[in-house]
T-cell receptor, first 114, second 112 residues
């Protein structure tokens, strides 16, 4: 267990509303990631962080922003949710002090945009 | 980009049987990981294995980097082994976990 907690676990929201998902870790790991998982597309990287206030875009970053003001928290924000953002969102961390370390995932957040 | 192919796409076993899952990749890699996604959606890291062989209980994995494949062995399968097994790689040219590319997975069903 890499000490990753995602919240909320489930959320239903309306198109056009802002949504923030939280990823919290308890073990002070440097590298954190947000993925989305969709049928037919597998797991795709949205954004990642390599330290406090250090973030960068992944493969599918349009419509998403992130923030990392503390080592333990990595927030994913949908500024104006759309139906295409209905998905399961996973936070992950590299368990180790180098980026190429085993990747461990949180339990996911199922987001539905109506 | 790098291509990751997993086979078979689906596999049905009786409890107690052994199985081998394969992951082929199209370029040299410096990072290869195996994951299990259980029927409740949890993703569990099984192995970090860019080369060589590792064992963890009934599971073992071997990566032959020079031939661009990895194998995941499951022995004496149990119903709790059911789920999707993903292989993910980072190409040598790609650098890090930021560029982890996932295969489409093997769906394993273990019947009692």
């Amino acid at each position: 267990d890499a000490g990753i907690t995602q919240s909320p676990r489930h959320k239903v929201t309306e198109t056009g509303t802002p949504v923030t998902l939280r990823c919290h870790q308890t073990e002070n790991h440097r590298y954190m990631y947000w993925y989305r998982q969709d049928p037919g597309h597998g797991l795709r990287l949205i954004h990642y962080s390599y330290g406090v206030k250090d973030t960068d875009k992944g493969e599918v970053s349009d419509g998403y922003s992130v923030s990392r003001s503390k080592t333990e928290d990595f927030l994913l924000t949908l500024e104006s949710a759309t139906s295409s953002q209905t998905s399961v969102y996973f936070c992950a961390i590299s368990v180790g002090q180098v980026v190429n370390s085993p990747l461990h995932f949180g339990n996911g957040t199922r987001l539905t945009v109506t | 980009g790098i291509q990751v192919e997993q086979s078979p796409p689906d596999l049905i076993l009786q409890e107690g049987a052994n199985s081998t899952l394969r992951c082929n990749f199209s370029d040299s890699v410096n990072n290869l990981q195996w994951f299990h996604q259980n029927p409740w959606g949890q993703l569990i890291n099984l192995f970090y294995i860019p080369s060589g062989t590792k064992q963890n209980g009934r599971l073992s994995a071997t990566t032959v980097a020079t031939e661009r494949y990895s194998l995941l062995y499951i022995s004496s399968s149990q119903t709790t082994d059911s789920g999707v097994y993903f292989c993910a790689v980072v190409p040598n040219s790609g650098g890090s976990n930021y560029k982890l590319t996932f295969g489409k997975g093997t769906l394993l069903t273990v019947n009692p």
